[in-house]
């Protein structure tokens, strides 16, 4: 079955250039104008990925990644014209995986919408070791993508779910922000390693008790991040 991608964009040039170049790549492409369409479109479609812009009217990318992310977790790509990087953080924080700064090349646009895909794909796929990982009271279902803090849920991102389950796969282990930011992206990231201190923040939040002692994901000073404890 061929993915579906939302693009929403205010700029019907964009919309128009992006979703022939991907429907030529034979994915199934659907465009909304603005966030509110853009929100009523993701309702109905249930796209497998968001290409989302900032700056549009009535409902701009922020406001719908706050609305979205409530109950869905598509991976989502933010495209912006905005140079600064506090507002590339407040789309992550918000819930979003990944960003491009306008103008991009198609190439890359491509690049990245297949490695996002591509890491959801393997992880629906099922388990290529444990299905379960467990650490302490933190449990991670590589199955059903559920990850649990006692018996309550975390409700976590694509990109989220990724890192701790690389971390959680290899307790003790420290990762680079290169190495996670490449994790998430393949071989066609260009992000900057910021943004993993976002999604590391982010997941923090959702699954340890108190975030600025975190007793899961521990910080490497000048090294990156590992899951400070071994698996039950």
């Given at each position: ?11 019907q ?40 812009d ?12 706050q ?37 991009f090349g ?5 690049a ?39 018996d ?11 890192l ?48 600025t ?11 990156g ?8």
């Amino acid at each position: 079955m061929r993915a579906t991608i939302l693009i929403i964009d205010d700029h019907q040039s964009v919309r128009t250039m992006v979703a022939d170049y991907l429907a030529e790549q034979d994915y199934h492409v659907v465009t909304a104008a603005d966030g509110e369409e853009g929100l009523v479109v993701a309702k109905r479609t249930k796209p497998d990925l968001i290409l989302l812009d900032i700056m549009m009217p009535k409902l701009d990318g922020l406001g719908f990644l706050q609305a979205f992310r409530r109950d869905n977790t598509a991976p989502v790509i933010m495209l912006t014209a905005r140079v600064e990087e506090t507002d590339k953080v407040v789309g992550l924080e918000l819930g979003a995986d990944d960003y491009l700064t306008k103008p991009f090349g198609m190439k890359e646009l491509l690049a990245r919408v297949r490695a996002h895909l591509r890491r959801v794909k393997l992880a629906n796929l099922g388990p290529s070791t444990e299905e379960l990982i467990r650490v302490g009271d933190l449990s991670l279902n590589r199955v059903t993508r559920e990850v649990l803090v006692g018996d309550q849920p975390a409700n976590l991102t694509p990109s989220e779910f990724g890192l701790l389950e690389a971390m959680m796969a290899a307790p003790g282990r420290v990762f680079s922000r290169e190495q996670l930011l490449e994790l998430l992206q393949g071989n066609a990231y260009e992000g900057v390693e910021r943004t993993i201190d976002v999604h590391i923040r982010n997941l923090r939040r959702k699954i340890e008790a108190d975030p600025t002692h975190p007793h899961y994901i521990e910080t490497v000073f000048g090294a990156g991040y590992r899951c400070r404890h071994r698996p039950t």
